[in-house]
């Protein structure tokens, strides 16, 4: 079955970087474009950012544009989210989603399917 | 960037109620809209696609609809279960924006 599991969060200073991890299993990660969505605390759901299903095209919210980067390793059928600069509006359970469907090529394509449980990122002094 | 909005932002009706929810986009998205459910300290659950089909294994009390940029989740008959927050999202193009969520709650 599709399992995706995030890790890597935790709580961090404003200014410093965190990298984030989504562990895939159960599907053809290479086919599949993927997201990084965010929850703060009590508040709704923010897409963050998507990257083809190869890794050739990636999109970010206007928020993170600069400080965050989208990443995948194939091989490894891991995604990744590298979060630098960060201030405490970061501050939120981050999720990765699947694709509903594969080869996305565009900025959107496709909802999100599958999530992962998120991993938990506070930026705080 | 399109925005979404939705409304109400929280609701209390009665087990088989029907209940509604909209979501205006401020431009045309081409049917581009989902329907998340997210029930507390849960994952978010994808419920409909492309304004108005459903997702597998998704109970048929759910629907969608649309009426130029405005669309329409409502839940035919609300039962103990669905209690949550529902979010609608836009998807046609980045940034994939979400509604402000509504939280529906049992009478």
């Known amino acids: 079955q599709v399992q995706l599991v995030e890790s890597g969060g935790g709580v961090v200073q404003p200014g410093r970087s965190l990298r984030l991890s989504c562990a895939a299993s159960g599907f053809r990660f290479s086919s599949y474009g993927m997201h990084w969505v965010r929850q703060a605390p009590g508040k709704g759901l923010e897409w963050v950012a998507f990257?083809?299903?190869?890794?050739?095209?990636?999109y970010y919210a206007d928020s993170v544009k600069g400080r965050f980067t989208v990443s995948r390793d194939n091989s490894k059928s891991t995604l990744y989210l590298q979060m630098n600069s960060l201030r405490a509006e970061d501050t939120a359970v981050y999720y990765c989603?699947?694709?509903?469907?594969?080869?996305?090529?565009?900025?959107?394509?496709?909802?999100?399917?599958?999530w992962g449980q998120g991993t938990l990122v506070t930026v705080s002094s | 960037d399109i925005q979404m909005t939705q409304s109400p932002s929280s609701l209390s009706a009665s087990v088989g109620d029907r209940v509604t929810i909209t979501c205006r986009a401020s431009q045309d998205i081409s049917g581009f809209l989902a329907w998340y459910q997210q029930k507390p300290g849960r994952v978010p659950n994808l419920l409909i696609y492309a304004t108005s089909i459903l997702q597998s294994g998704v109970p048929s009390r759910f629907s969608g609809s649309a009426s130029g940029t405005d669309f329409t989740l409502t839940i035919s008959s609300l039962q103990p279960e669905d209690v949550a927050t529902y979010y609608c999202?836009?998807?046609?193009?980045?940034?994939?924006?979400f509604g402000q969520g509504t939280k529906v709650e049992i009478k």
């Open positions: 990257i083809w299903y190869d890794g050739s095209n990636k």
């Open positions: 989603a699947r694709d509903l469907q594969i080869y996305c090529s565009g900025s959107s394509c496709y909802p999100n399917d599958y």
């Open positions: 999202q836009k998807y046609n193009s980045a940034p994939r924006t």
